[in-house]
């Protein structure tokens, strides 16, 4: 198939309204909640006024993307409408450009991407292929303590702990990982089964749909606006996406294990504790639909705890 410049120039203007978009709702929103008023599985509130919206490691034209947020926290109201509109109306300007000039200007497909702030937008893969896993087994009638607390304390900011207060005293070994996977199956299987109770129909599996409706529940304010949810889906579905490894439209406890475990990791090490700077961090990759370093390691966590994975062809 021959490169299309109208193609490119058409994906530049996306891009501007999708900064857009996004920019608006992360205003608003801040606006709207306070620090730590979120209680989804992204933690602390990211959606309000705690955790800034990583959209990416790429600029607009030379203009720092809204990356920065996620690197530097929230910025006021001023400056973040003022970075709004730059990122919007460069990419705007710039898909415009490339489409009046189309391959003999001088946006040189060959050279292109050596462009400064253009480099991850070529350079990087944004999204893995499923993997082969089959969907776990089912569970019935898990205790929800668990995973109602992680809500609330994902909404206060106060650490989770999903272990027994000795294990991290104990030695070294395959007895201690296999206890890891135990409780952090355990916590998987509790949260699941306390977002299905509240926003599914109890089957034990987490649909998209079923997880936009808890996520937006526990999220945003009764309030919001209709721009402000359509936003939100945006990110939602980008992270549902990640963690649903096998593209089957469901979350499992498994997956769903591999997203403790790796929230649990954020910090460099495993304490069987997600604490607010590890939700924030994870937030931070799970939401970033331009990168898969999260993809990546919720895939490592899914092989060290539940066994080896192959994508698909």
């Known amino acids: 198939m021959a490169f299309s410049f109208n193609k490119l120039g058409d994906t530049l203007l996306k891009i501007g309204t999708s900064t857009l978009q996004t920019g608006t709702f992360y205003a608003t929103a801040k606006a709207l909640n306070s620090n730590c008023g979120g209680g ?31 690197q530097f926290g929230m910025m006021d109201s001023y400056a973040s409408q003022m970075a709004i509109g730059q990122a919007y109306g460069q990419g ?50 898990h205790p929800t303590e668990l995973g109602k607390q992680f809500e609330e304390h994902s909404k ?15 030695a070294e070994g395959k007895e201690k990982d296999a206890e890891y996977k135990e409780y952090t199956s355990n916590f998987a299987k509790s949260y699941i089964a306390h977002m299905d109770e509240t926003s599914g129909n109890k089957d034990n599996e987490i649909t998209k749909d079923e997880y936009l409706k808890y ?50 990791a954020m910090s460099g090490k495993r304490d069987g504790k997600i604490s607010t700077e590890e939700l924030k ?33």
């Open 92 to 141: 705007y300007a710039l898909g415009e450009q490339i489409k009046a000039q189309g391959a003999g200007g001088m946006f040189n497909f060959m050279n292109f991407s050596a462009m400064p702030g253009f480099q991850n937008i070529f350079n990087n893969q944004t999204k893995l292929n499923p993997t082969e896993n089959k969907a776990a087994e089912k569970f019935t009638n």
């Open 215 to 264: 996520n937006i529940s526990a999220d945003l304010p009764k309030n919001a606006t209709e721009e402000q949810v359509a936003a939100y889906k945006q990110i939602a579905n980008t992270s549902f996406d990640k963690i649903d490894q096998n593209g089957d439209g469901k979350i499992d406890w498994k997956e769903m294990g591999a997203l403790l475990s790796t929230y649990d």
């Open 156 to 170: 206060s900011g106060k650490t989770t702990q999903f272990v027994m207060s000795d294990w991290e005293a104990k």
């Open 281 to 313: 961090t994870g937030f931070s990759g799970l939401t970033n639909a331009n990168s898969t370093s999260m993809d990546t390691q919720l895939r490592n966590e899914y092989t060290r705890l539940y066994g080896k994975t192959e994508e698909k062809e």
């Open 40 to 70: 989804s599985i992204f933690g602390c509130g990211g959606f309000g006024g705690y955790v800034g919206f990583p959209m990416g490691g790429y600029t607009m034209g030379g203009y720092p993307s809204m990356a920065c947020y996620g």
